[in-house]
């Protein structure tokens, strides 16, 4: 597995339009009916941009919203990496391309390991929207990272566990290029 690039402070604009294409978005249907499956995709320097009014060149990617959205729950946003993390803005689309709806920056959190926002799909929704954000790119994302070591040896018929605690600061900055994450949830499933 290779370690990602150094945070991408800039886009060059070279493969950029002045809208999302909608022609070929990643499904977020999964094959067979899932409780939770999770959708990843890495904005990279060949990911497509756009260079809308005002707004410096940001990358983006397009999600395919499930036909089946009544018992869904979406958390779309980014996944920390190694030195960096995508700066994402979300919003959703209806099968026009029009936004339907937009998360502001405060509505984003840590959830498990994914920086996001969560949602719950509407009848007129198709797609889910990730733009990398300028304001935000550039910017330094701090968290104090925690975890349990746990150890077992068996030694003269005696069996022995021990855990072992660890934390580290650790910073990343926020970029135009990472992992874009997309969780679906559905509880309806058995």
């Not at 040896?153 to 926020?174: C, E, L, M, P, Q």
Request: hydrophobic content about 40%; aromatic content about 8%.
């Amino acid at each position: 597995m290779a370690l990602p690039g150094p945070p991408a402070l800039q886009v060059s604009g070279a493969n950029c339009g002045d809208t999302a294409s909608l022609a070929t978005p990643i499904s977020l249907t999964p094959e067979k009916p899932a409780k939770s499956h999770i959708v990843s995709a890495k904005a990279d320097s060949v990911t497509p941009c756009l260079r809308e009014d005002g707004v410096p060149a940001r990358k983006y990617v397009v999600f395919a919203l499930p036909d089946s959205y009544e018992t869904k729950l979406i958390t779309a946003g980014a996944r920390p990496e190694i030195g960096r993390i995508f700066a994402p803005d979300v919003s959703i689309l209806d099968a026009d391309g029009k936004v339907t709806r937009t998360f502001a920056w405060q509505d984003f959190l840590l959830r498990g390991d994914i920086f996001s926002v969560q949602f719950k799909p509407r009848k007129e929704e198709r797609y889910l929207l990730v733009r990398s954000e300028p304001k935000m790119v550039g910017q330094s994302f701090d968290r104090i990272e925690i975890g349990v070591t746990t150890t077992s040896t068996y030694a003269a018929g005696t069996s022995i566990t021990w855990n072992t605690g660890h934390d580290a600061a650790v910073k990343r900055t926020f970029s135009h290029e990472g992992e874009v994450v997309v969780w679906v949830q559905d509880p309806a499933v058995k």
